[in-house]
């Protein structure tokens, strides 16, 4: 959800009214050039480091971050770092919020040369979160995350996070639907640093009542522990529930205990038959009116599931968000077993 459909043009124009006037150039020097002040009104603080840009027609540039202050250079003063490459839209759209990088860069509009992948796209991370993140988030767990792009691990040392975790536009979108919805029973599988967890189990504490249950095999091993300390730092446990398990072992115990939920959001190991599994289970807990919603929906899997969903079971779509999100909702149980066991719409 962005501000505005003018949101990069919007940020652009608070320095420069004369942009309204005329169709927004895509002014790269002058974005560099402000870059610094954009980063402290937001409060972000880039990870200290080497940043370099190749923008298309608008040659390359750096912006580095040491000891406290950024500067921004034409040229690569660190060659050998590797770098991003981009068009000077997507430059804008991103740090104005209407382009999720990471979508983006699965999209092959966004080039990784050399490097590392995570340093680079963290300041473009912090940029499109910025124009996302609630106020009210700022001194959060949340908001010191997409500022700072890392999270403490259980001996308070910063953890650079990269494109793990999902973005500040899609947190608010979840966090909104249960509000607006009145999403009692959420479910997560990957929790990984429990970004997404945090934004539901944010909106149960709103609501006053609800429970948030994450399943996640790698948690202590992968993620150290990272994604439930976070929800406990939040003071979010007592909206917070954690599976220790994969979700083929998990899935079927929630489906044992009787649990019915009102939104499932699939975020695991995004391979098509995981994902297919992932459907099939939620769909047997998810009452009829429930949303099913699939991040990374580009993933060949991931999408090739969504598909299936559409064509052959009794879901619709409701919202594609960021060309990364899938938002269905589930109009009835299934019933194809009654009708005819063959049945087989392709996809
Ligand atoms: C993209 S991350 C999830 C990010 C998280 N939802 C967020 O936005 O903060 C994917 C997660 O899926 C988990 N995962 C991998 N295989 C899984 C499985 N078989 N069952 C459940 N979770 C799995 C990984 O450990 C990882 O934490």
Redesign the pocket.
Known sequence: MTDSPLAPVAWFSRLSTSVLRSPPPVDVPSLFARLPQHLSDHGIVPLEGVYQFDVANEGRWTVSQDGGSLAIARGFTRPELGHLALTPEALFGIVGGEIDPVALLRAGGLVHHGAEETHFLTLLLQCFNARHLEPSLRDHALGRFYRTGTCEDASGDPVVVGG???PAS??QMLNRLVLREGLGRTL??????????LHLCEAHRARGTGMHTA?????TR??RDI?RLNVERSGLMPWFEFLD????L?LPRLLERGVRIDLA?I????LFD?TLLDFFYCDLILRPGGYLIF??CTFPGVEGVIEFVLANRAYELIEEHHHRVSVLRKTADDDRAEQDVAFHRPF
């Open positions: 793990w975790s999902i899609v947190g997560e599988i990957g929790l990984a640093y429990g970004i997404s967890a399943i996640d095999p790698w948690q992968t993620f994604g398990a994969p979700d083929w998990a959001f975020d695991g190991l995004h995981t991040d990374d």
